[in-house]
């Protein structure tokens, strides 16, 4: 659901401002042009496909294509390479008949297909994501479907307070929620007649009529996110009401200690190191202390204000709220989350606090774990050019130094001095990953010329920085506002939260509890093998570090390969073993890493084997089982590529750079590889023999 209040104003201003978009400065109305002009000449049976497609996407103008993607461009190629492949593409898609979730990920699948089966190398996207599959969905049913995309969906749901957000993630679940809002919207803009007129008087013979209003709807989500927010001044509340306090009456109760308590004047000193606006939130990640101590706080504070001075109390209906107005205005937040409200203080009070000594005042604030180990917390910056955490095994210690190169002291250089052995590290990759991607802690405080860490941890799942940028209980970190430097002080309260976003995504590998053993002996009484055969199995296993199991159909491969697993880890631990299946189209981007779609945009993406050898590098006491079926139906060497030679027992634990993002990587020692080859197919009888 939308909140329908906050959408009927910018309802009101979209209708004031058609006219100059729809034919003005911001022409608008090429999105009109562009379905009529799809509809006269778009012909699925045309003999030349690709110049069929080529022309009906004439007037799409940004729609597909941008500075760092052309789905349309990429159609035309495909179309060159493949144009009964690339017309079955879009039959599939048009095809009404099917559920659209499966259609879009098979128009995904089959794009990626042609890519990988026709491309001469630099073809290395097919930018075949929601935001073009929804532009060709739109195009051909005008009347049903909207564009998808992320960005202008999200600051609509902001703005309107939706209760459904889309992720960054090219998700078609993401993009179906969306299309639910966007149906609210719809509605709403058929509802207003005067909305209705205004399209249909504007539209003119070379445009869709639009009955629907979808392409209407398209338009308004545009508006909304890319001029009508931009042209809001922020509006801080209450505007008709004043305390009626002089900056000498503020000095006077600032320094009244039966007002202003020392948590008052700590809340105060917090305001305004921040800025002098903030949410509860905010501070509380920023300096510590709850939430509650910053919003309870402030209206008892207030209380106390009304009773010394007998001031002007606002009339409210809700009891609390006629409180915090005498000391901040106040707005809803734009970023943080539903129902958080941005504080700010009066200008009058504002002045009287940088007259008043507020020198003893804690800034931050101190927790019970800093008054007992007194812990530090640091955000270090990797540049992936001159060294990366890919390069350091968990518990392995490394030395950053005081002075770079030119013997010049490091950026921030009272950090280096301030790190204690103890403190904790976030681990932070610069350009290109970008990314939190290891835990660590200090091992040693500064000697005068370095200081020392060893990693903990890596992290499976990586944080990306615009997760981190995106926070806005994270807008005043070191960091952010000064981003010059190798080494960032971290509060506490940032810490916990930034802790919260890696668990989320990073949960504790904690010893399954729900095990139980698993001997030599229970796998004899399961496998029809004999003892001195399984003997030589394991033996093979332990000491190549690699084995294939070959066989027919049926006979049990996989039933096998898990038990081996099970007597050599010595119980049964499914979160242990990880099982893929090899097929024809099996690439390196699945198994290791690649670049998969982002919204409108691509990121790299960690692949299957490569995740669970983070898993198992972070465990290095247990053993790991990576299991791959009908290993002889893939392309070993497209798939493993440089790791092919870093499987073998005598390059583990070497590192190697790979492809993608030039990551420093290496396969652990406790990770075992067992592969499973069908021998009835003898159409797949070859296989890499370097394997």
Avoid at 156 to 164: K, P, Q
Avoid at 511 to 525: A, C, G, I, R
Avoid at 575 to 584: G, T
């Amino acid at each position: 659901m939308i909140d329908y209040e906050k959408l009927n104003p910018i309802l009101e201003r979209y209708k004031q401002d058609f006219a100059e978009n729809f034919n003005g400065e911001n022409d608008e109305k090429y999105k009109w042009e562009a379905v009529k002009w799809f509809q006269d000449h778009w012909d699925i049976d045309a003999e030349d496909f690709g110049a069929m497609f080529k022309l009906a996407t004439d007037k799409t103008a940004n729609l597909l294509a941008s500075g760092y993607a052309y789905p349309r461009g990429m159609i035309q190629e495909f179309a060159g390479a493949d144009t009964e492949a690339t017309r079955d593409m879009f039959r599939k898609l048009f095809d009404e008949s099917e559920d659209l979730a499966v259609r879009i990920e098979t128009f995904k699948s089959d794009a990626d297909e042609i890519r990988a089966k026709y491309s001469d190398g630099n073809w290395h996207k097919h930018f075949q994501n929601t935001n073009a599959i929804s532009t060709y969905l739109w195009l051909q049913y005008p009347d049903k479907y909207y564009i998808y995309k992320y960005d202008l969906y999200k600051a609509a749901a902001t703005e309107l307070g939706a209760d459904y957000m889309p992720k960054r993630d090219g998700s078609v679940e993401s993009m179906l929620g969306g299309y639910r809002m966007y149906d609210e919207i719809c509605k709403a803009l058929k509802d207003d007649p005067d909305v209705v007129a205004m399209v249909k008087n504007a539209i003119t013979t070379d445009c869709y009529s639009d009955p629907e209003l979808k392409t209407a709807t398209i338009d308004f989500g545009h508006y909304l996110a890319r001029y009508y927010s931009s042209k809001q001044e922020v509006e801080w509340f209450p505007q008709d009401y004043s305390p009626e306090l002089t900056v000498n009456d503020w000095i006077e109760l600032l320094n009244d200690s039966s007002v202003f308590t020392t948590n008052s004047l700590q809340i105060m000193k917090r305001m305004k190191d921040y800025g002098g606006a903030a949410t509860c939130k905010q501070l509380s990640v920023k300096y510590g202390e709850n939430p509650n101590f910053y919003n309870g706080g402030s209206w008892s504070l207030a209380q106390r204000i009304a009773k010394k001075t007998g001031c002007p109390v606002m009339t409210q209906d809700i009891e609390n709220s006629k409180w915090w107005p005498i000391l901040y205005l106040g707005r809803k937040s734009d970023k943080a989350s539903e129902g958080a409200y941005i504080w700010k203080l009066r200008d009058e009070l504002s002045e009287a606090i940088d007259k008043v000594d507020l020198s003893d005042i804690d800034l931050y604030a101190k927790t019970e774990q800093e008054d007992e180990s007194d812990k530090g917390y640091w955000w270090l910056v990797a540049k992936p050019s001159i060294w990366s955490y890919g390069n350091i095994d968990v518990g392995q210690e490394q030395s950053y130094t005081l002075y770079n190169d030119n013997g010049n002291k490091r950026r921030i250089f009272q950090n280096f001095l301030d790190a204690k052995a103890g403190d904790i590290i976030i681990g932070y990759e610069a350009n290109p990953v970008k990314k939190i991607v290891a835990l660590g802690r200090i091992t040693q405080a500064n000697d005068g010329e370095k200081i020392y860490f060893e990693k903990t941890e890596t992290l499976t799942s990586p944080i990306e920085y615009q997760t981190l940028k995106d926070s806005p209980e994270l807008e005043k970190m070191e960091f952010f506002v000064q981003s010059n430097g190798s080494l960032f002080k971290l509060t506490k309260g940032e810490f916990d939260f930034i802790m919260d976003i890696i668990r989320e995504e990073n949960p504790l590998n904690k010893p399954n509890k729900e095990t139980h053993k698993y001997s030599k002996e229970d796998f004899l009484k399961k496998v029809y093998m004999e003892e001195e055969r399984y003997t030589v199995l394991e033996a093979l296993l332990r000491n190549k570090k690699n084995v294939i199991l070959q066989g027919a159909p049926g006979v049990g491969k996989t039933f096998i390969a898990k038990r081996l697993a099970y007597a050599m880890m010595g119980e049964v631990d499914e979160s242990r073993i990880e099982m893929v299946q090899f097929h024809q189209n099996y690439s390196y981007e699945d198994f290791v890493m690649g670049y998969r779609p982002d919204g409108s945009d691509f990121k790299l993406t960690d692949g299957i084997f490569y995740h669970f050898c983070q898993i198992a590098s972070n465990d290095p006491d247990r053993d790991y089982f990576f299991i791959i079926d009908e290993i002889n139906r893939g392309n070993l060497s497209k798939i493993f590529g440089e790791l092919l030679m870093m499987i073998e027992k005598d390059y583990r634990g070497t590192k190697t750079t790979l492809a993608y993002g030039r990551i420093k990587f290496s396969v652990p020692e406790n990770l075992y590889i067992i592969g499973m080859m069908n021998t009835a197919d003898r159409s797949l009888a070859m296989i890499d023999y370097a394997l």
